[in-house]
């Protein structure tokens, strides 16, 4: 799953850098690179909590069936 987990990041990096442009239209290159690491960064941690949410998911239902 490691593509997809790049795949995911470089996707919430370029929503972040789009967002950035759509809030400001002259928004410089240094604003437009901080934009993509904050949405890299924040796509990598919404994965690693949607997955603990699975796994606490999956662990719950386990429980509740023995």
Same mark, same amino acid.
């Given at each position: 799953m490691?593509i #997809?987990? =790049?795949?995911g990041?470089i996707?919430?990096?370029?929503?972040?850098?789009?967002?950035a442009?759509?809030l400001d239209?002259?928004?410089? #290159? #240094? =604003?437009?690179?901080?934009a993509?690491?904050?949405g890299?960064?924040?796509a @990598?941690?919404l @994965?690693?909590?949607a997955? @603990?949410?699975e $796994?606490? =998911?999956?662990?719950?239902?386990? $429980?509740?069936?023995a």
């Open positions: 490691g #997809l987990d =790049t795949v990041e996707a919430g990096a370029v929503a972040a850098v789009e967002a442009e759509k239209p002259n928004a410089s #290159l #240094l =604003t437009k690179g901080v993509a690491v904050v890299f960064k924040g @990598e941690k @994965e690693s909590m997955s @603990e949410k $796994n606490e =998911t999956s662990s719950d239902d386990s $429980n509740s069936q």
